[in-house]
């Protein structure tokens, strides 16, 4: 069955670097999604990515963050300067159409030091 | 921002009864609803959905019921298996766009 990857499992980064969150989508999706889950809290939607434009993005999808389909099959998620309180789990999601059910990858946890 | 909100924090059910989930919700504009199960370090994994025209989903062992006037659905498993412990979240998208607005989760536990 189809599934949501996401690379790296766990991410370390000291404050104030750059990461990027992989994602590959499944292949027939059309939606794309980002998601965190600080620990001991709700998911939380940041963005909606849709024919390689933001669709929707909430408050804390602020100007640190960016996203990106560099190519057919990857969904990024960078962070452009860490701060501490953007340590969670960052998950990704695709549905094939809008309305449609999405689909969660396994998480990547980002630890930021 | 309470939105979804799953009001019991954990529930405990012997395996071979029902177990019920609840979620109520203050978002007039929700339309569709979705119930995903998480196991720890994993995503979480769709398991049902209702839209806001049905009031009962059913599939296999989990049935998704849909009260709009209360503005409050429920999760049943029957009978429920010790496979099911894990975290359940309700999700609710609807408006102007496909964003999921989540509750808090529920821990369920189904003890042998």
């Known amino acids: 069955e189809p599934e949501v990857t996401q690379t790296p499992s766990h991410q370390v980064t000291q404050m104030g670097q750059e990461v990027i969150l992989r994602c590959v989508p499944i292949?027939?999706?059309?939606?794309f999604y980002w998601y965190r889950q600080i620990l001991g809290q709700k998911v939380e939607f940041l963005v909606s990515?849709?024919?390689?434009?933001?669709?929707?993005k909430s408050e804390i999808f602020d100007d640190q963050f960016s996203v990106e389909r560099p190519d057919g099959s990857n969904f990024t998620l960078k962070i452009r300067s860490t701060k501490l309180e953007d340590s969670a789990m960052y998950f990704c999601a695709s549905a094939p159409e809008l309305w449609e059910t999405q689909y969660f990858g396994p998480g990547t946890r980002l630890l930021v030091l | 921002d309470q939105q979804v909100k799953q009001n019991s924090p954990s529930l405990s059910v012997q395996e071979g009864r029902i177990s019920i989930l609840n979620c109520d919700y203050t978002n007039s504009m929700f339309d569709y609803f979705l119930w995903y199960k998480k196991y720890p370090a994993e995503g979480p994994t769709f398991l049902i959905s209702i839209s806001s025209i049905k009031d009962k989903n059913e599939d296999g062992r989990f049935t998704v019921f849909l009260n709009k006037s209360a503005k409050h659905l429920s999760l049943h498993i029957v009978p429920s298996q010790p496979g099911d412990s894990a975290v359940y979240f309700c999700a609710a998208s609807g408006g102007a766009g496909n964003m999921l607005t989540f509750g808090g989760g529920t821990r369920l536990m189904v003890k042998p």
């Open positions: 292949s027939n999706h059309l939606y």
């Open positions: 990515f849709y024919n390689n434009e933001i669709s929707e």
